[in-house]
């Protein structure tokens, strides 16, 4: 079956930037799809973080990381991105990719499948 699995989590300091990669692993991603970044600090809920629709690269950002986070895609590739910048302590968590199933429309982590082991992400004051 197929995993979105996410890299590129460290160890960074407050004020870094950072990018995840997101790919698809036992399968393909459509070009349809939407994909979305998820986060989960411990003893918390998975949080929204970002959304990107493959087809034209509309997106959609989670409050907490709007204005400091870009999520992109490379069309050939399906590898979605994202890039972090200004990183604060509380953004430490495991990112976790996963693919909104189809017929689902909100940016909730029920609405999404597919979900890979998660890449940490540890910003350091």
């Known amino acids: 079956q197929m995993q979105l699995v996410a890299n590129g989590g460290r160890l960074v300091q407050a004020g870094d930037s950072l990018r995840l990669s997101c790919a698809a692993s036992g399968g393909t991603l459509r070009f349809y799809e939407v994909v979305g970044w998820f986060r989960q600090a411990p003893g918390k809920e998975r949080e929204f973080v970002a959304r990107?629709?493959?087809?034209?690269?509309?997106?959609v950002y989670g409050e907490s990381v709007k204005g400091r986070f870009t999520i992109s895609r490379d069309s050939p590739q399906n590898t979605v991105y994202l890039q972090m910048s200004s990183l604060k302590p509380e953004d430490s968590a495991v990112y976790y990719c996963a693919r909104r199933l189809n017929g689902h429309y909100e940016n909730v982590a029920r609405d999404f499948a597919n979900w890979g082991p998660g890449t940490q992400v540890t910003v350091s004051s």
């Open positions: 990107i629709e493959l087809n034209d690269g509309s997106t």
